[in-house]
């Protein structure tokens, strides 16, 4: 994305906190004026050909995978966010290349902003702040792998799927475990993307 549309995208996926609370580990938690719990995230691709996905270790599911993901700071831009936990959970850089869309949890009183990120650089474990506390792993999957290790997370799957539907993989979806572009998942949901651009 160029910097002045991911600018434009930002503002627009950019609602004033209604309110600001303390939250756990020193965080402050930000909310739209619905109430719900602004959060932002990366599908990090290995490359520009989109084959490998990166995903982290779970803090609350021991021995599960994650797409890495978090709250959003006060005043913080939700795209400025998804880079930040990127480097945070998942030790890596790298341009964002695309917006996915934003997914609400009904029950968890969250709205996400996910965007498609290209890994340009690993850190070091040291540089690295949640592998320095040994609370994260990072492992690259095939597509198909990552959407077989998301089985327990039906959203984070949806972000994976859309993530490939709008990339250069888009003609692997009905192969290799991967659901087809005509699934029950693509018919039934709502094109959020699009919902934004409009708004």
């Known amino acids: 994305m160029q910097q002045d549309e991911l600018l434009d995208l930002d503002r627009r996926l950019l609602i004033e906190s209604a309110i600001t609370c303390p939250?756990?580990?020193?965080?402050?938690?930000?909310?739209d004026n619905d109430g719900f719990r602004r959060r932002a995230g990366c599908i990090c691709f290995r490359s520009d050909s989109e084959t490998e996905v990166l995903l982290v270790s779970s803090s609350g599911s021991p021995g599960r995978y994650v797409v890495p993901a978090g709250g959003v700071d006060p005043g913080e831009w939700p795209s400025t966010c998804?880079?930040?936990e990127a480097v945070e959970e998942?030790?890596?850089e790298g341009t964002i290349h695309r917006f996915v869309g934003?997914?609400?949890y009904d029950t968890r009183r969250n709205r996400t902003a996910m965007f498609v990120m290209h890994v340009n650089k690993e850190l070091a474990t040291e540089k690295w702040p949640d592998a320095?506390?040994?609370?994260r792993r990072r492992v690259w999957f095939s597509l198909g792998d990552a959407y077989r290790e998301l089985n327990f997370k039906s959203r984070q799957q949806e972000f994976l799927l859309d993530a490939i539907a709008t990339g250069p993989q888009r003609n692997q979806l009905g192969k290799d475990g991967l659901p087809s572009v005509e699934s029950e998942w693509r018919?039934?949901?709502?094109d959020n993307a699009e919902k934004v651009k409009t708004t």
């Open 23 to 31: 939250g756990s580990k020193d965080q402050t938690r930000t909310f």
């Open 82 to 84: 998804a880079l930040r």
């Open 90 to 92: 998942a030790g890596v």
């Open 102 to 104: 934003v997914y609400e």
């Open 132 to 135: 320095r506390e040994g609370c």
């Open 187 to 190: 018919r039934n949901r709502v």
